[in-house]
């Protein structure tokens, strides 16, 4: 015991327990703080837009992001793959995307932003009944073999043999009815695309 009659080590004791409980009272309130900057529930339920790096994205391949629950497809497509868009339209039920839902600005064969843009971005939800659609752009396997000498590449419905094209555009005599949504977006650089927002409302 010190000579002012406090024992030093209780002293110590109780410097160090009102620290910790000041530090796990910090956190408490930093927590919900920080917590705040991020979106609502009800704003991601809402449609808050989300953003989706295509600078690795590469010709033929294709990534997935979350928007609004749903996953959205952004894809890279081949020069090839653009001109085989404008010339299979005979094989499509809504060529034109005229039953279909998009933005008025994706109303073109490649249904993007730009008439020639090599990336599409689409809601991979197959039109029919949900399910999600495979992305099958290589010709030389054996399950793209067994769609058809019409298939040029595009998604493919497992649940129930909906064959879409790379803009998502539906062949005919599909159960699904429509071509895949098509989101609102737009881009924020050359590789960073924002999905759920176009130039009009961003």
Known sequence: MSADGVDGNKRRFLVAATSVVGAVGAGFVAVPFIKSWNPSAKAKAAGAAV????????????????????PIFIVKRT????????????????????DSIQPEYCKNPGRAIKDNAKVGVMEGVCTHLGCAPKHLPDLNNSFSGSLGDDWL?????????????LSGRIYSGMPAPTNLPIPPYSYKSDTVILIGEDGETA
């Open 79 to 98: 020069d090839k793959n653009l001109t085989d868009l404008e010339s299979h339209t005979d094989y499509l039920a809504d060529p034109d995307s005229a």
């Open 51 to 70: 953003l989706a790096d295509i600078s690795k994205l590469e010709e033929g391949q294709m990534i997935t992001v979350e928007w609004r629950g749903k």
């Open 153 to 165: 590449g595009g998604f493919f419905c497992p649940c129930h043999g909906s064959k879409y094209d």
